[in-house]
């Protein structure tokens, strides 16, 4: 039959489409099978390497805490005593309770002392004995100066890792001290483990696994070493039915262990079953659409003859719709612009709000400026008036302090604005030891115009004069400043005078509190409280800046600084700094 002839038989196309759809389902399928195969044997294969990975962390880092037992236990005064003229046998009575004692400190299985030649010693519990360390680098290293490492099994099921450490007198070794490491908890950590997990020595004994292996130990030794599986080809065991693992290795160079897991390959075939009836039913749906397709062309080949016929229909009603369409599109033409003129009238009035914003935060701040700088110039007043007092009454050791108190406020002024700064960016400045109470009397004498005008009580509750903070003085006194301004602040709202400052320490840090008995703080507030430019006062009255100033600021000290509740009304604000390494008194004024 012609091609001519079959491409006009509607059921000679669907025939021919479906052979050509189960070729290509077959062979899609085979591809697809061996692929998720290759995929799941891939994904196999990196999860053993991270648990190989991971379990020789493990090992290793099990064993390094014994490793530093032996030295440890060398450089002993006592030790060193008994061994400098030989041992006695109330000598050897002590270094056994040493033993016992090391062992049962560290959790070590067994702790001995051993003669130079490894032939004689004194254990804890019997364990190691002079032919269980024989013919090991537990006595070569030793007496060479090295730490000894050996795997021991005294017994089939009783594994242990040792270290040993000679101790020296000049250039005598007189004693080995060897500290045998359990494996117990090795072991235990891969028991839920659904794959079995094993660890030889370089003699290719077992020196541990989980339940799984244990029993297989035989088997799996010989598979892995001298059968299949020392190609990394799956292994059979015994009683596992028809499973086969793959083997997967992790040599330890420096316990000349070789770890072995186990992973069974059944996930592979799974993986090619489900790819290959996922694959047969995209086939087969792709095969359902195709024909459907197929009988869609046929039937829309019937349908284009009669297509044709209303064409020229259609061409005389597409004429007049295009001149309806240019007069609409000429009409939407003229909106479009009138729009774009809406929306650059709007982005400019948008610019003028957002700068007049501007302009009106720069105002605000301007005057928080001024405000805080008004303070250390009282202070400066104070202290020049006093100045001239005592100059007056020729008291010039007053006069000099009152001076360098002066030069101190002016110092104070030219960081003061830098602190504003501070909620956008961490300042670059160094940290001091700062004693604490000092910096507390210096903002209380910042502050004292305010509380006297309020009157108010302002009560300091330390635990001890002369505590040292790591931060720097200017900064804090700042945070320190807000933090009560705030609090008079408050008390003025309900009438109440006490406002109460107590800190505690410790050898690493200083809690700082600052309690009121105002309002107190809404539980919606506590978490945007440091915000900039949040604020419960009136307007006018702040600009919510400065507790996000001393946020930042404490922070740049690295400490922190909390807010809460207080019972009976009121709250609380937590400074908590770093503590100085030393602690000084108070030195008089």
Not at 36 to 55: D, M, S, V, W
Not at 177 to 200: C, G
Not at 439 to 447: A, K, M, R, W
Not at 464 to 483: D, H, I, K, T
Request: with cysteine; glycine share 8%.
């Amino acid at each position: 039959m012609s091609r001519n002839a079959t491409l006009r038989n509607p059921r000679l196309q669907v025939a021919a489409f479906l052979g050509l759809a189960v070729v290509l389902s077959f062979v899609t399928i085979v591809a697809a099978m061996r692929l998720a195969e290759r995929g799941a044997e891939a994904e196999l294969r990196r999860n053993a390497e991270f648990t190989l990975g991971l379990q020789v962390e493990t090992i290793l880092s099990h064993l390094d805490k014994y490793r530093h037992v032996p030295a440890l236990t060398a450089r002993r005064q006592d030790v060193l005593a008994m061994l400098a003229d030989g041992l006695s046998a109330v000598d050897a009575d002590e270094l056994h309770v040493i033993a016992s004692n090391v062992r049962t400190l560290s959790g070590a299985t067994d702790s001995a002392f051993a003669a130079p030649d490894g032939m004689s010693m004194t254990s804890a519990t019997g364990y190691l004995t002079p032919e269980l360390i024989a013919d090991t680098e537990l006595v070569r290293a030793a007496l060479q100066g090295r730490l000894g490492r050996a795997s021991l099994s005294a017994e089939a099921t009783q594994h242990t890792y040792a270290f040993s450490t000679g101790v020296r007198l000049g250039r005598d070794v007189r004693a080995i001290i060897i500290v045998a490491a359990p494996l117990d908890s090795i072991e235990q950590t891969w028991a839920l483990s659904p794959n079995p997990i094993i660890a030889f020595d370089g003699r290719g004994q077992l020196v541990a696994g989980n339940r799984m292996a244990r029993g297989r130990a035989t088997e799996i030794r010989e598979a892995v070493f001298a059968g299949a599986g020392a190609s990394g080809d799956p292994i059979a065991l015994p009683d596992t039915g028809n499973a086969r693992f793959i083997p997967f290795r992790r040599y330890i160079p420096l316990m000349d262990w070789t770890l072995f897991v186990l992973v069974s390959d059944r996930a592979i075939a799974d993986a090619g079953r489900y790819a290959a009836t996922v694959t047969g039913l995209g086939a087969a749906l792709a095969t359902l659409i195709g024909v459907i397709i197929v009988l869609s062309l046929q039937e829309s080949r019937r349908r284009h003859r009669l297509e044709r016929l209303t064409a020229l229909r259609l061409e005389r009603q597409v004429r007049q719709r295009t001149g309806e369409l240019s007069r609409s599109n000429a009409q939407l033409a003229v909106e479009v612009e009138e729009r774009k003129l809406t929306e650059t009238a709007l982005r400019k009035a948008q610019a003028e709000l957002v700068q007049s914003t501007k302009l009106a935060a720069i105002g605000q701040m301007s005057a928080a400026l001024a405000h805080e700088y008004n303070q250390p110039l009282a202070a400066i007043r104070s202290y020049a008036d006093n100045a001239q007092l005592f100059l007056e009454r020729e008291k010039t050791a007053q006069v000099s302090d009152n001076l360098s108190r002066i030069g101190a406020m002016v110092d104070r002024m030219a960081t003061l604005s830098k602190t504003l700064k501070s909620f956008a960016r961490k300042p670059r400045i160094d940290l001091a030891d700062v004693q604490l109470e000092q910096v507390l009397q210096d903002s209380l004498l910042l502050i004292e115009h305010k509380a006297r005008a309020a009157g108010m009580r302002i009560t300091c509750e330390p635990d001890r004069p002369g505590r040292l903070v790591r931060a720097g003085p200017v900064r804090l006194a700042q945070v320190f400043v807000n933090l009560i301004s705030n609090a008079i602040d408050s008390n003025t709202l309900t009438g109440a005078d006490e406002i109460v400052i107590a800190w505690q320490a410790d050898e690493v840090t200083t809690t700082i509190r600052v309690s009121d008995r105002g309002p107190g703080i809404h539980p919606d507030d506590v978490h945007s409280i440091f915000d900039p430019f949040f604020t419960t006062k009136e307007v006018g009255e702040g600009l919510g800046l400065g507790l996000s100033i001393a946020y930042n600021i404490v922070q740049d000290f690295g400490g922190k600084l909390s807010a809460r509740g207080r019972e009976g009304g009121g709250a609380t604000f937590t400074v908590v700094l770093k503590t100085a390494a030393e602690t000084r008194q108070v030195e008089p004024a």
